[in-house]
């Protein structure tokens, strides 16, 4: 028989084996518990690894798509630009056959006017008659007429197929050459001409079309001058900047009605009976200035004469120069 001692031992062991055995329980519990975390959170990362994947997926198919767009954009614009260029070629071809054109028309046109004004000139010569020498004046008129519509119609034809040149401009030095070109006018010697120059800014444009512009504009002037007044002018202030010039031509001629000021930049309109073209001059006017991207505008009166304002943009050429004077000067 077990003694007492014994028997205590022994179930002091058993009690200590029991709590051990509760011990490591729980400790695998604690240990699973742990795992089990582990492996949420591993499933959890897993899932947000597959929402990742899934996101670049779909991103890798968007990308292609914008891709294959892409490239149907450029396969386009590729295609477009060759069009272009054949276009461009095949405009440049029928700009080159329209001057051609164009000059053989107006040589074909004017040989037989010049044949007309040397007869007519024959004529004056060879006759005293008053009644054939007034019928001489109305045809040399009507010739004259007739040859300057054709000279009108090839000086717009031929700016409209040409490109925009870039040259310094000397407006001065322009508007003296086109004044003195109407010396044979008899107005001529009778209208004052000042030009007052503002700014001496480097100036770039198309020297051909701004001196078309004033020929034009100074044409009016000198058709339409008031034979009443006692003291006929025509004042030019030209202001110049980095960014463009602004050109007045104020003079106090017969003036324009305000009822036709809306349509004296209409083709082949005439708001005077004394008017001697075709009534293109002004048209010619606007289209040239707004090939160079310029603006025009008239105020007028009746007996008061005309104020013309037209604004003209620097190109490139000669905003880059004023920038670069400027420049230098803050140096």
């Known amino acids: 028989m077990k003694t007492v001692a014994e028997q205590r031992r022994a179930s002091k062991t058993k009690l200590e084996l029991e709590m051990e055995k509760q011990h490591d329980i ?15 959170k591993l499933n959890k990362k897993l899932s947000e690894i597959e929402q990742c994947n899934t996101d670049f997926i779909n991103q890798e198919v968007e990308l292609k798509k914008a891709v294959e767009e892409q490239n149907k954009a450029l396969q386009i614009i590729e295609e477009m630009t060759a069009n272009d260029l054949l276009r461009g070629k ?18 074909d046109l004017r040989s037989p006017i010049t044949t007309i004004l040397g007869l007519v000139n024959l004529l004056r010569i060879e006759t005293k008659d008053n009644t054939v020498l007034e019928y001489v004046s109305k045809i040399e008129m009507s010739a004259n007429k007739l040859d ?45 001409i000042t ?3 503002n700014g001496d800014n480097p100036f770039y444009s198309d020297m ?47 003036g ?9 930049f209409t083709m082949f309109y005439k708001a005077s009976h004394l008017s001697r073209g075709a009534g293109l ?36 050429k000669g905003k880059l120069i004023n920038r670069k004077m400027q420049l230098e000067n803050t140096k």
């Open 90 to 107: 095949e405009l440049s071809k029928l700009n080159l056959q329209m001057e051609k054109f164009l000059y053989s028309t107006s040589h």
């Open 256 to 264: 324009i009605g305000r009822t036709y000021l809306d349509h004296i």
């Open 148 to 192: 300057k519509t054709i000279k009108d119609i090839m000086t717009f034809s031929r700016t409209a197929y040409q490109r925009i040149r870039s040259e310094h401009i000397d407006f001065e030095s322009i508007l003296w050459k086109v004044w003195h070109s109407f010396e044979s006018e008899q107005a001529f010697r009778k209208i004052n």
């Open 281 to 316: 001059g002004l048209f010619i006017v606007k289209e040239t200035t707004a090939q160079l991207k310029g603006k025009i505008k008239v105020e007028s009166e009746i007996g008061f004469g005309s104020v013309f304002s037209i604004t003209i943009p620097n190109d490139s």
């Open 208 to 254: 051909q079309r701004i001196e078309i512009i004033f020929d034009k504009i100074l044409t009016n002037t000198i058709h339409f001058y008031d034979a009443n007044k006692v003291s006929p002018f025509i004042n030019i202030q030209i202001s110049i900047s980095d960014e463009l010039a602004q050109i007045e031509f104020i003079d106090n001629g017969i």
């Open 26 to 40: 729980e400790i695998k519990d604690t240990t699973i518990k742990e795992q089990a975390d582990t492996i949420s």
């Open 195 to 197: 030009i007052k120059m």
